[in-house]
């Protein structure tokens, strides 16, 4: 892939995280998937070497970077068949919102181990009967004394099982006008009526997949995080580094995918030449390359945007940037089967799976037709229909 457009510092972490990723590998992966076991050496080993916190501040243990760097190590280790969809939820979503919004007993408590992989946090934000709507939230928490008490439920929430935490977005009464607004609180795993159950997934991944049951959770004050009142702020300061993060896992398993075709297309013969002599294969392959390159160029705008704090810019960026990532890795996942014919559906070359696994891009964490509402709304300035 061509990296011109980057500096040193990011070409020389793309190598050493692709590096990383090929002593590990799709083989890997699809080993623990099978075991039911999670990525825990990869895991320890990209924090050793300080892949996992580096958009944290570096008073707390982090690189001092952001998303731009982030979504990197995610990018690459996915084009190596080892994506952590836990880079998503843990430093990018939590590690961001403490980071930016927390007090400094949150960034102490929190942010060290979060940086140094130590800590995993999840983050508990899609319900049962509200889906991608935010505003339609009903997990509500209400003040009891010096305490906060939730109450509510939540569902698809990743790795609920391996986080030390959730952070959870909630809705409290406005005082003055009465209406519910959004917070963030940080519910630790074996608070007591937290509740979690699996669900049953067609998808492999090591990361499970679970639903959230809050039954009058009790919380100290200090579970919530940042201002009452700057809810909604805080929220998407969470939610455009999932979108930019949601590109980068897209793009990583896009490129693993075109990568197989690839190697597959130059020496599969069954004629006189390999089969990627032919332009029935050859082109949409290229095409597919072509669209994952043009996504990456989006997804590397927003981050540089998100970095920069323009949180309005990479709101429009973000969520361009994850349609079109998701969009060119379902293309280029069905591709790559398609190329590999019934080979492609063997276990031996890995790629069926991702045929399931490429379309959580387009679904989560917000569907292609929601961001088609919001560039419809908010960039092209078309009335609501809702």
Known sequence: MSTALETEEHQALRAAVAALGKRY???????????????????????????????????????????????????????????????????????????????????????????????????GITEPDAGSNSHRITTTARKDGDEWVLTG??????????????????????????KLKPCLFIVPRDAPGFQRSQIDMELQAPEKQFELVL??????????????????????????????????FALGMGSYAIARAVDYARTRQVWKDPIGAHQAIAHPLAQSHIELELARLMMQKAARLYDEGDDMGAGEAANMAKYAAAEACVKAVDQAVHTLGGNGLTREYGLASLVTAARVARIAPVSREMILNFVSHQSLGLPKSY
């Open 25 to 123: 590998g799709r083989d890997y992966m699809t080993t623990l998937i099978r075991a039911g076991e999670h990525p825990r050496e990869l895991w320890a080993e990209a924090a050793k070497l300080g892949y996992l916190g580096v958009n944290l501040p570096e008073a707390y243990g982090g690189g001092g970077g952001g998303m731009a760097e982030l979504s990197i190590v995610l990018e690459e280790l996915g084009a190596a068949g080892s994506p952590l969809l836990m880079l998503i939820v843990s430093p990018a979503i939590c590690g961001t919102v403490i980071a930016r919004f927390g007090t400094d007993a949150q960034k102490q408590r929190w942010l060290p181990g979060l940086a140094d992989g130590s800590i995993t946090m999840a983050f």
């Open 153 to 178: 439920r939540k569902v698809f929430v990743s790795g609920v099982d391996i986080a030390e935490a959730t952070l959870i977005v909630g809705r409290t009464e406005d005082a003055r006008s009465g």
């Open 215 to 248: 039954d009058d959770v009790r919380l100290p004050a200090d579970a919530l995080v940042g201002d009452e009142d700057a809810g909604l702020l805080q929220l998407f300061a969470g939610l455009n580094p999932e979108r930019i993060m949601t590109a980068a």
